[in-house]
């Protein structure tokens, strides 16, 4: 089982709908959650981060956490095509040590 | 300019050589690390390091070191290079929080 497991995709999600990017962890003591941006070609962007359990909103996203259940998500809401790329997903459990995810690709169809 | 900069942002080499790929920051940031990419395999921590006396291995060190010149500069080295090392390898730094990641632009590394 990998640590920090992520639908590889590609999700397809018309304009304007929500697009929901699902995570989960194996580690319980994992501390705190992150989703980083790719865009083809380029490097990765932190885009929001999460420590406790619930919802955290940032404009047009918000980050999802449940620790008893071991998943984090990301909803875009209002999905544009500029939202199209890698959505990547890291764990960090301690003070140095951060897990990612495989990426799941992202399109948004206009 | 980039706050972190990689050269060479592009490198093909033969099986054997010696490669070296840099890294420099101007963000004023301890933390640097260098992670490897890879397709569905996602980013892995090769090294990384809190200041210029402190170098850890990261999941995947093996056949790679690094050295930490300045607090600016962290270079990766592949001393004898294999095909499985072509990737592309980001850079990257951090203040206190190493999941609050500045990545560079990448150096795509092809060992033929």
């Known amino acids: 089982q990998k640590e920090v497991e992520q639908n590889s995709g590609p999700l397809s999600v018309p304009e304007g709908a929500i697009a929901s990017l699902n995570c989960t962890y194996s580690d319980r003591g994992s501390q705190s959650f992150f989703w980083y941006r790719q865009y083809s070609g380029k490097s990765p962007e932190l885009i929001m981060f999460i420590y406790s359990n619930g919802d955290k909103e940032d404009g047009r996203f918000t980050a999802q956490l449940n620790k008893a259940s071991q998943y984090v998500s990301l909803l875009i809401r209002d999905s544009q095509p500029s939202d199209s790329a890698t959505y990547l997903c890291?764990?960090?459990?301690?003070?140095?040590?951060?897990?990612f995810g495989q990426g799941t690709r992202l399109t948004i169809n206009p | 300019d980039a706050d972190v900069t990689q050269t060479p942002r592009n490198r093909i080499t033969k099986t054997g050589k010696r490669i070296m790929l840099e890294c420099s920051q101007t963000?004023?940031?301890?933390?640097m690390y260098w992670y490897r990419q890879d397709p569905g395999l996602g980013l892995r921590l090769i090294y990384y390091s809190f200041d210029v006396k402190d170098i850890n291995k990261g999941e995947i060190s093996d056949g790679y070191s690094v050295s930490r010149q300045a607090q600016a500069k962290f270079s990766l080295s592949l001393e004898s290079a294999i095909p499985n090392q072509t990737a592309l390898y980001f850079c990257a730094t951090s203040e206190d929080n190493p999941g609050e990641l500045f990545f560079g632009e990448g150096s795509r590394l092809t060992v033929l």
């Open positions: 963000k004023g940031h301890d933390r």
């Open positions: 890291a764990v960090g459990k301690g003070a140095q040590k951060l897990v």
